[in-house]
């Protein structure tokens, strides 16, 4: 956890102020915790990673705050790390998506604190906005604590030195209210349940004049149409937004929307998550369209 991040968390919801207590690598900090004044709350710091997801309580969380400078430990999630980043770099080599492409390039030349939600294995925005700009101070989140470790593995191999890593809940997002540049998420809003109040949690962190950047997709009406509507209502309970395409909720929030489009319609392969695989068991193919947003704080 680079210098730039490490004033900026907080308890997730309550936002009370949090301390580091532990050893430093470098300026960086490497195992110890994150702490209230008053010593209530506290969270671990493993390899520089504050985890903020409640672990369960069983033999996994043990050995996972135990190992996590293992490599052995990540094994599986890096040969998936390994996979997309290459898969990222065709996408410039190819120019496939362009208009993709030109946000990463955007967003890297800024050279702002740049949050990267739910990275995933895939890894965002994040692999693109390091070939642009092999400096740029992003912090990669997940919810899962092992998706933030493995990464930090895989790029500390690359000797890619200013990317910070943090487990928590973007519907929780334990950083301080207006201290971010730029948030960025890239096939994430969509997979986020009650992604709203991630929105939200985005909208309170940002500062003024901060930028949040999305590449993510929107489900076609239609589709729903061919589905018993229980589906449906279990579908709108986590992501209604997902229907009706962040747009309007990203103005109700307060966001000015600089840039909306949206690319050519496609489908949803049952094995992308549970929703489409669901759908797939009523015969029914999820379609959707990407859609590139680029929404600012005033
Ligand atoms: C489809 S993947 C994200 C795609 C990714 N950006 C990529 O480039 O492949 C969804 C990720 O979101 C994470 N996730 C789901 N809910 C989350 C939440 N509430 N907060 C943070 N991460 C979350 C999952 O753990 C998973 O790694």
């Given at each position: 956890?680079?210098?730039?991040?490490?004033?900026?968390?907080?308890?997730?919801?309550?936002?009370?102020?949090?301390?580091?207590?532990?050893?430093?690598?470098?300026?960086?900090w490497w195992n110890g915790?994150?702490?209230?004044?008053?010593?209530?709350?506290?969270?671990?710091?493993?390899?520089?990673?504050?985890?903020?997801?409640?672990?369960?309580f069983n033999e996994n969380s043990i050995k996972l705050l135990e190992k996590f400078d293992s490599r052995g430990f990540f094994a599986n999630q890096l040969k998936w790390i390994e996979i997309n980043w290459k898969d990222a770099y065709q996408i410039i080599?190819?120019?496939?998506?362009?208009?993709?492409?030109?946000?990463?390039?955007?967003v890297a030349k800024r050279?702002?604190?740049?949050?990267?939600?739910?990275?995933?294995?895939?890894?965002?925005?994040?692999?693109?906005?390091?070939?642009?700009?092999?400096?740029?101070?992003?912090?990669?989140?997940?919810?899962?604590p092992t998706v933030v470790g493995a990464w930090r593995i895989f790029l500390h191999e690359k000797n890619i030195k200013n990317t910070s890593f943090a487990a928590f809940d973007a519907t929780r997002i334990p950083i301080k209210t207006n201290s971010v540049d730029i948030v960025v998420s890239s096939g994430d809003f969509g997979n986020i349940p009650m992604n709203y109040i991630?929105?939200?949690?985005?909208?309170?962190?940002?500062?003024?004049?901060?930028?949040?950047?999305?590449?993510?997709?929107?489900?076609?009406?239609?589709?729903?149409?061919?589905l018993p509507s229980l589906i449906e209502i279990i579908h709108d309970i986590?992501?209604?937004?997902?229907?009706?395409?962040?747009?309007?909720?990203?103005?109700?929030?307060g966001f000015e929307i600089e840039l909306f489009e949206t690319t050519?319609?496609?489908?949803?392969?049952?094995?992308?998550?549970?929703?489409?695989?669901l759908a797939w068991k009523y015969k029914v193919k999820i379609k959707y369209c990407g859609v590139y947003i680029i929404a600012r704080k005033p």
């Amino acid at each position: 956890m680079i210098r730039d991040w490490q004033n900026k968390f907080v308890v997730p919801v309550l936002h009370y102020e949090l301390k580091y207590r532990g050893n430093f690598l470098n300026d960086a900090w490497w195992n110890g915790e994150l702490v209230t004044e008053d010593s209530i709350f506290r969270f671990p710091v493993r390899c520089g990673i504050p985890i903020f997801t409640s672990l369960p309580f069983n033999e996994n969380s043990i050995k996972l705050l135990e190992k996590f400078d293992s490599r052995g430990f990540f094994a599986n999630q890096l040969k998936w790390i390994e996979i997309n980043w290459k898969d990222a770099y065709q996408i410039i080599i190819k120019k496939e998506i362009s208009l993709y492409v030109q946000m990463a390039k955007e967003v890297a030349k800024r050279n702002k604190l740049i949050l990267d939600i739910a990275s995933g294995l895939g890894g965002g925005f994040t692999p693109l906005i390091l070939y642009f700009n092999k400096e740029a101070k992003i912090l990669m989140n997940d919810i899962e604590p092992t998706v933030v470790g493995a990464w930090r593995i895989f790029l500390h191999e690359k000797n890619i030195k200013n990317t910070s890593f943090a487990a928590f809940d973007a519907t929780r997002i334990p950083i301080k209210t207006n201290s971010v540049d730029i948030v960025v998420s890239s096939g994430d809003f969509g997979n986020i349940p009650m992604n709203y109040i991630a929105f939200h949690e985005v909208y309170r962190i940002l500062r003024s004049k901060g930028y949040l950047f999305i590449a993510d997709g929107i489900t076609y009406l239609e589709s729903f149409k061919h589905l018993p509507s229980l589906i449906e209502i279990i579908h709108d309970i986590s992501f209604a937004l997902n229907k009706i395409g962040y747009r309007e909720f990203l103005e109700k929030l307060g966001f000015e929307i600089e840039l909306f489009e949206t690319t050519k319609e496609s489908t949803l392969s049952p094995d992308e998550g549970e929703f489409p695989r669901l759908a797939w068991k009523y015969k029914v193919k999820i379609k959707y369209c990407g859609v590139y947003i680029i929404a600012r704080k005033p």
